[in-house]
Nanobody, 124 residues
């Protein structure tokens, strides 16, 4: 399994960024996928998860209404559209694959493969 994130960078408060994750080494369409974020010294925080087909989604409370997770199973790509970025959003953002085929878990222990992360910075 290989997960490679891209799209991080610098944005202003209120701005937007789109993260992408290229997946390979497994049948992408058969697993829910997720995004987590981590700030040094803190545990990984659940950001969003999406079902195999893309119709089901779940979001962490801190990003609900601002971030949108979506996937393209034909291109083996997971994305995270981040709008209305806040000063609390900077972190290393990780793409991850669920262990299970039918649930959208918010616990990082329920995910078995992780990318290296992409850094998001929010600053004026």
């Amino acid at each position: 399994v290989q997960l490679v994130e891209s799209g991080g960078g610098l944005a202003q408060p209120g701005g937007s960024l789109r993260l992408s994750c290229a997946a390979s080494g497994f049948t992408f369409s058969t697993y829910p996928m997720g995004w987590f974020r981590q700030v040094p010294g803190n545990e990984r925080e659940f950001v969003a998860a999406i079902s195999r087909g893309g119709l089901g989604t779940k979001y962490g409370d801190s990003v609900k209404g601002r971030f949108t997770i979506f996937r393209d199973n034909a291109k083996n790509t997971l994305s995270l559209e981040m709008n209305s970025l806040e000063l609390e959003d900077p972190a290393l953002y990780f793409c991850t694959k669920s262990r299970y085929m039918s649930v959208l878990p918010p616990n990082p222990r329920d995910y078995d493969s992780w990318g290296q992360g992409t850094q998001v910075i929010v600053s004026s």
